[in-house]
């Protein structure tokens, strides 16, 4: 059986490096996007160098027509994409009184705008193949919400939103849309942020450590897969005890 194609966005570093390799590890067929070229063929070259397939695109997935574009190069490299992982992102501080509407449009862009563009392009070729796995990347933040982060706790609200919706339109024709809301990760994005912001989350947690890029990797392996037959609409939450449901 040919291996099946997945797209990864944001894939250059972070989560979602740690899922590209995860799931190149796994046998999927993994195009690689990130808004650098030397990130993303980084990453393909480490699959490359472990047996794995992949290949690689550079685009912004706030942008239609870098959407279309990448979306084209995915299906030339390995033929109708069967998973899709929106996964990319940024990260910014800010209090609300001193939120610029720059601020909080790109972030939307980002994150929401990019989920919708993306899903858009992917979609129709799902439904034609009647089977497909869409796994959004959101945030525990988006459930609980966060001080200096209202306009990405409001993005990630709206991604976990939008799997919902998604998930009623299409699972009965095949395609499965699922979320995951990680806690904070120890990734380039989380470091980002202040040193006072992360020791205070530290101290929140109930494990009392932020998690690893591959405990989230494994979280969208497992939807990924057959054994996730039954979860539709759902959002997981490897956050380290942050948000229990």
């Not at 059986?1 to 997945?6: F, G, I, P």
């Not at 393909?44 to 794995?52: K, L």
């Not at 979320?179 to 205070?200: F, H, K, Q, Y």
């Not at 109930?206 to 890029?213: A, H, N, T, V």
Request: hydrophobic share 50%.
């Amino acid at each position: 059986m040919a291996a099946v194609s997945a797209l990864v966005t944001g894939a250059g570093s972070g989560i979602g490096r740690a899922i590209a390799l995860r799931l190149a590890a796994d046998g999927y067929s993994v195009f690689v996007n990130d808004l650098s070229a030397d990130r993303a063929k980084a990453v393909v070259d480490e699959i490359q160098a472990s047996g794995g397939t992949a290949a690689f695109g550079a685009g912004d997935v706030g942008d239609e027509t870098d959407v279309l574009r990448l979306h084209g190069q995915a299906v030339s490299a390995h033929g109708t994409v069967g998973l899709l992982v929106n996964n990319a992102g940024i990260a910014h501080q800010s209090l609300f009184e001193n939120l610029s509407v720059t601020d909080f449009d790109r972030m939307f862009r980002v994150h929401v705008r990019g989920t919708f563009l993306m899903t858009k392009a992917v979609l129709p070729g799902m439904l034609n193949a009647g089977k497909g796995v869409i796994v959004n990347i959101a945030s525990q933040l988006g459930q609980i919400g966060g001080v200096e982060l209202v306009h990405y706790s409001g993005a990630k609200g709206a991604i976990i939103g939008m799997t919902k919706a998604l998930a009623r339109e299409v699972s009965a024709r095949g395609v499965r849309v699922n979320a995951v809301a990680p806690g904070p990760i120890n990734t380039p994005l989380v470091m980002d942020l202040s040193e006072d912001w992360r020791a205070a989350k530290k101290a929140e947690l109930p494990l009392g450590r932020f998690g690893e890029p591959a405990e989230v990797a494994a979280t969208v392996a497992f939807l990924a897969s057959d054994e996730a037959s039954l979860f539709v609409g759902q959002t997981l939450g490897p956050n380290s005890g942050d948000v229990m449901l």
